[in-house]
């Protein structure tokens, strides 16, 4: 399955390619408009010199980690958003016939490699908050394993957002609400949320395991809401489940399909 995801991938980058000016324009162009999300936080503290107690580098480090895993996703599987629009055109069946799984096809479809872009400024966001902090040593190793539990949860929403598609039909703002809404919420401290927004997005939907919790502990910070202590390390399960929650989702989307009885 891996292997042929990269095959799909690679085709559609050859393809891209192939006009090297359009290419390299808008992978330039991914990275200028990523950075207008920088820009903004650069703004907010050009008045200020902390928000909700946490300094410029601190919520810059937040940012590059939400960034990250979510401009990965973005990259690599967002394009399940696409489901409605094969459900309508019929073209959904096609996938379904032929012997690769249509969570590959579909996340792989029309894959716009000039994304990169994006992922490339969230790392130097990233990279920059990480050396300007001075971590310690000892908590850094969360810094992997957190990406890798947000890239997870980014990528279950979208699995979700997609699977809904398959009852709602014609509804992308439902994926937009799931994910870049999720990523939004995301890019700055929880702390400057209502404590019930927090909660839900804690132990309902588990975006605070994106960057939050983890980041809690890697900053050496305590948690303003009080939570348990142990939560700073429970992104990876939380993950893990949400993930099973959209694979199942996914799987009872396809097999409730019917065509588009024409």
Not at 108 to 119: M, Y
Not at 145 to 150: A, E, S
Not at 198 to 222: E, H, K
Request: charged share 15%.
């Amino acid at each position: 399955m891996v292997r042929t995801y990269f095959l799909l991938v690679w085709t559609w980058t050859r393809a891209a390619a192939a006009y090297p000016a359009s290419f390299a324009l808008m992978s330039v162009l991914g990275f200028v408009i990523a950075a207008i999300d920088v820009a903004v936080i650069l703004v907010v503290f050009a008045n200020t010199t902390t928000l909700a107690g946490f300094s410029r580098d601190e919520v810059l480090f937040l940012y590059g980690a939400a960034s990250l895993a979510f401009t990965s996703c973005d990259t690599f599987v967002s394009n399940l958003d696409r489901v409605s629009a094969h459900i309508k055109a019929g073209t959904l069946d096609t996938f379904l016939i032929r012997p690769v799984g249509a969570w590959i096809q579909l996340a792989t479809d029309r894959f716009q490699i000039t994304r990169i872009g994006r992922i490339l400024q969230s790392a130097l966001v990233l990279g920059y908050a990480v050396t300007a902090l001075g971590l310690d040593r000892e908590r850094v190793w969360m810094i992997p394993v957190m990406v890798l539990t947000g890239i997870v949860i980014f990528g279950a929403l979208w699995t979700l957002a997609g699977a809904a598609q398959f009852v709602l039909t014609d509804a992308p703002e439902v994926v937009n609400a799931f994910t870049y809404g999720s990523y939004q919420l995301t890019q700055y401290p929880l702390g400057i949320y209502a404590r019930d927004v927090v909660r839900g997005v804690t132990y309902v939907l588990p975006l605070a395991f994106v960057n939050w919790q983890p980041g809690l502990y890697v900053l050496g910070r305590d948690d303003p809401f009080g939570t348990p202590e142990y939560t700073r390390f429970a992104g990876p399960a939380a993950a893990l489940v949400l993930a099973l929650v959209a694979a199942l989702a996914w799987r009872q989307g396809v097999r409730h399909y019917r065509s588009t009885g024409s």
